[in-house]
């Protein structure tokens, strides 16, 4: 996103730039995102989704859904406000990409894929670089900016910075992989994906090998089947399980299939529905006790749809659940005896909804 950013001040030039882009932070805020996304046209949950699929590592999470969340990114919208990037995540470039962007498009950025834990660009198989060959300086808070991009270091343009093509067929399947998430245009049911990768894992003779010798590796395993069963549990019972951290979901794939399109299709035999990732960008989880609730944002109309597609079938009983009327100004008041119920303000109101023009 912050690449995004400066090269948007790039291309315009300094003086002409929206003022949102001079001072977009650092670490940007949920408003700040909304913001940009307003500015680029894309309104509310839409705009934050949007933004949030396609300049920042968010599908790495979201890819992998459970098929009973009708959102992109659950709450997010409406939930208290956090940092969506940060600085100090060392940013890395591949030459080649490089050079062959400025003589496209005459100026280069930076991938997110670059900027993640691979050591290899998918593309060219050559190792990324994620120290300024001209000063050593990493690409992150208290290095370099990301503004060096579009600058030199010492006379230097990154795009000159010597090439060294990998020779480990692991870490190019890996970014392979990783690029391949990045871009995938549907989401892919957790449960499919959590029962194919541990059947996979038993089958896998290799594999259970490196599982006996790395702690790491087994540990795996284990996360995979506790996962598949709480995610078969929350199905059963219609509630949707909290949210995890994939890393493991995403490592399982690199060690067991030898690409992403092998890994798809047999997700894909599992049978649950593959949903288009631009379909779930307008809706956000806006409540959740025992059953989860969602709100579609209607941009031509400027409402917002409430729905409970899963109604939990287990109640916890916490609630009294006998019926409050409350005073309407078109109607006679119910009768009721003891203190009167009284219109209130809500604490949390619900975002409005912007009406596209
Ligand atoms: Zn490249
Ligand atoms: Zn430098």
Known sequence: MRSFVERTLFIKGKRSSEDVFRTFPNSPSRADILTLAELLGWSGCYGLNKILHTHTNYPFTAVFK??????YSRNEYISYSRCYESIRKPSGFC???????????GFS????AHCCELKVCAEHNVELVKRCPACD???SHGGHSLGVMWKTCEGRHLKDSPVTLNTDPFELKKAQIFQEILSFTHHLSEEAVLAVLNEKIHQDGVFEQKIWNFLSDRNIGDNIERRLGVVKKSRSKNRLPLDEPTDFIIKAIVETYESFADFVSDVKAYGDEIRPIESLWSTYIAGQQESTHFVEENYEFGVGYWSCPFPAKEVWGMWDWRPVYYPCCNFERPKKKGPQPQPQRVKNAPPGIYRRQ
């Not at 459970?66 to 959102?71: C, E, G, Y």
């Not at 950025?109 to 997110?112: A, S």
């Open 109 to 112: 950025f930076w991938r997110r």
């Open 95 to 105: 030459p080649v990409c490089v050079a062959e962007d400025i003589e496209r498009l």
């Open 137 to 139: 300086k990493q690409f």
């Open 66 to 71: 459970n098929t009973q969340d009708v959102s």
